[in-house]
Each structure stands twice: as C-alpha cells, then as structure tokens.
C-alpha cells in the first residue's frame, strides 16, 4: 500500500473520534480520510434497514459542493442489479458506473445529473455481517481502481466496525453503571476497579498502535479488537447475571419475602460474579501487552514461580461463560504439585486463544464437546509436555500447514483476524522456549502439542 494511504491509515486508527463511542464524529473522520486518500469529491456511509429491503445514508460528504447530505434511501426492489452486487460480491469496482452491470440502474437518475463516472463500494461488516457500504463516486470520467485502493477503503470498512463496537461499549457501560447504583458497597468498590482497568486497557491499546509498523496497522488494529473480544465479552457477561440477580433480590426485598439463604445465595453469585469480570478485564489488559510483546520483544515477560495445574483451572474458569455457551466439557489431566519458574502470562495467552478457536470454529453447529488438557513430566531431559485436543470438526491439511501464519484465517470478512494462532506458536517458541507441533484432520478433532522446558534461560 502506497504511503499516503498508510499514513491516512495512522490518522484514524490513534484518532480518539474512532473509540469515543461517538459514532458520528468517526463517520466524518474517516469519510474525510476517504476523500483524500482516493482524491475523489464524494463519498458516503450507507446501512442497510432492519428489513434488508433498503440502504440508508447516514452521511455522505459533497467536497465538489460544499454539502454534507443525508437521509437518502435506495429500495431494494427499484435497484435489483445493484442489491444483487451487494449481496453476492466483495467489493463493486465499477470502472465506467454508467455501464457497469452492477450500477448502470443509477446512470439516467443519479450518475448524469451529478456527473459521477466510476463508483468503487466496500462492504461494511460487523459481528460476522455485512450491515451496509462505503460509497465512493468518482467525479468526471471513468477510473481504474487500483488494488491498493480497494485494501484501503477494506481497512477503513474495518476501522468503522470498531468504532461501532465502541458505540455499542458506551452504551453497555452506561447500563452497568445505571445497575451499579443499587450494588453494595462492595460491588461499587469493584466497580471503580474495572473502570480504572477498562482505563488502562484503552491506554495499553493506544501504545500498541503508535508503536506497529504502518505497513499493516489497519490489520493489527483489526486482530487487537478480536483477541480482546472473549474476555471483554465474558465481563460483560458476569455483570448482565450479576444485574439479573440483583433485580431479583429487590423483588425479594419489596415483596417482603427476602430469606436469610436466598440472601446469602444472592451474595455469592454476584461476588463470584465480580470476581470473573476482573479476572477477564485483568487478562485483557494482559493481552494486550502479550500481544505487544510477542511482536517486539518477548524478553521483558515476567518470570513467576506457578502451579501449572492450579494457573490452568483459574484460565479455565474465567472462560466458564464462554464453554458453557458452546455446551464444552473440558478436563485437565495433571499432577497437583507441579510447580515451576516460567512465564504464566503466556501459557494463559496460549490457552485463550485455543479455548476460542475451539468454540469458534471447532464447535460450530455441534453437541457434546470437549477439550482435553494434558500435562506430562519428562524428569529425564528437563521438559513438559502439555497436549490441547479437542473433538471439534478439525481442519484440513491444507490448512493445518498455514494455520501458525500470522493473518491466515478461515473466517476473513466474519470476524476472524488470523492473528490468533500466530500468537500461540510466537509465545509457545519464544516467551516459553519450546517447540509446538499440531495434528488434525476433518471431523476428528484438532491437537497441540507443546513441548517445553522446566527452566527457561
């Protein structure tokens, strides 16, 4: 990608308008980065209705008159062409718009009057689904579009998705705190905890960013907001229970039927509650730097004194949320009293993102599953072995050779970042010193094994 478009890139990604929660202010922000980047005089964010039978502007940005225009709606049933593009093509790069199979519908109504020669729209995606385009109208004759061009209107169509899930953020933290308010005072102790680590996290990510090469910054801002996603989500989880519990203990109290045990079950499940939203915002927090360092320098990992079978049940349980939800068993086969100096952030690091590929791509569409955890003593040469299998659908040996390569991923333009695995092989190699080797094949299952030593240099 052309410096330029890099350094246009940068300016959005570090922009403060993008995790504000203020989605409006990230429209414009990146629509102007759009028409500077493609020196083009109009472009436009477009979103599908709740019905699918309609796109909306929520803003589109005149630089050759000086408006700024919304509002507008496209029919599905009065632009077939078009809608059909939408919906089966990545992107629409309509070199002449006025014949282009795709557009050639707005020529005689919109095209003409507006002289607008060449359109390029990107999809827009977010949680998995395409909820509308960005629209850029070339004024004046027809255009090529480079490939460049195109990656770039993909990053910023990325760029936009974190900004809605910034929006969405400001609007279940305002929930929390509204539930906040009835906690005791214990609970709103914690709360003030998860704030400061929610502050620190967003700081963490700040520097990440500033300190990545510009070459790939759209891709690396894009595999951040997906490693974090399964903590984040899993906090967010534990305060919606501990919500729910709360209201059903003031329906207690109003009705006068409040017992001593349903009090002191109350009590407990939001304590346990709490207690897994630190936990996870703990562990984002640490993701983040893990994740820093694995791409600049693993040296600085902290080296503790743990119990690998005690470190391993505390990941696990964190992730309870997350297994549960995907109906997963999961066991850990290991002697109570192994203990050793290593690096638990990054074996915590390693089984998160195995956890989340199972439950992602693994168990899909399926019942009963587990996840196996073995750990295995080797006195003789010094190592350890800890083998992660799950009975999943397993992947082909096309890719199960490319899987520990950073950006691969099955699931491009849903939500995958291909960032996960490459982190797990990073740490496995570098933070812990081992070597990891990895089996699977269709329907039956996938298996990692990490071979380690018991004392790191």
Known sequence: MRQQLVQLLYGVSISSDLDSGNVE??????????????????????????ENTAIECRLLLDRENGKEIQMLVLPRDAYPAYFKALDTQRTITAVDAHTDP???????????????????????RYKGK??????????GGTRQWTEDECSFIGALADLYGRALSAQE?????????????????????????????????????????????????????AGIAHEVNTPIGIAVTANSSAKDKLSALNKHIEANTLTKTAL??????LNECIKISFTNLERAAKLISDFKQTAVDQSSLNLLDTNIKDYLENILHSLMPLTRSHSVEVNIDCVE??????VPGALSQIILNLVNNSCVHGFIGREQNRIDIAVSIDNDNHSYTVTYKDNGHGMTEDV??????????????????????SIVYNLATQALQGEVSIDSKPDNGVTVTFKLPMKLA
């Open 264 to 269: 002191l079950e109350g009590m407990n499940h």
């Open 400 to 421: 199960m050779y490319k899987v520990f390569e950073p950006f691969f991923t099955t699931k491009r333009g849903s939500g995958g970042s291909g960032l996960g695995m």
């Open 130 to 139: 395409m909820i509308g385009i960005f629209c850029c109208e070339h004024i």
């Open 169 to 221: 953020n400001e609007r279940i933290n305002a929930e929390l705190e509204r539930a906040n308010q009835h906690l005791e005072q214990r609970v709103a102790e914690r709360t003030r905890t998860l704030e400061k680590t929610l502050s620190e996290l967003t700081a963490m990510q700040e520097k990440l960013i500033e300190a990545e090469k510009m070459a790939s910054l759209g891709n690396l801002v």
């Open 337 to 342: 009293d192994f203990s050793l100096i290593t």
């Open 102 to 124: 795709a557009t050639f519908e707005f020529s005689e109504s919109y095209l003409t009057p507006l002289n607008i020669g060449a359109m390029l729209d990107a999809p827009i």
């Open 25 to 50: 202010l990230a429209e414009r922000l990146i629509l102007n980065a759009v028409l500077d980047g493609l020196e083009i005089g109009r472009a436009g964010i477009w979103l599908l209705n709740a």
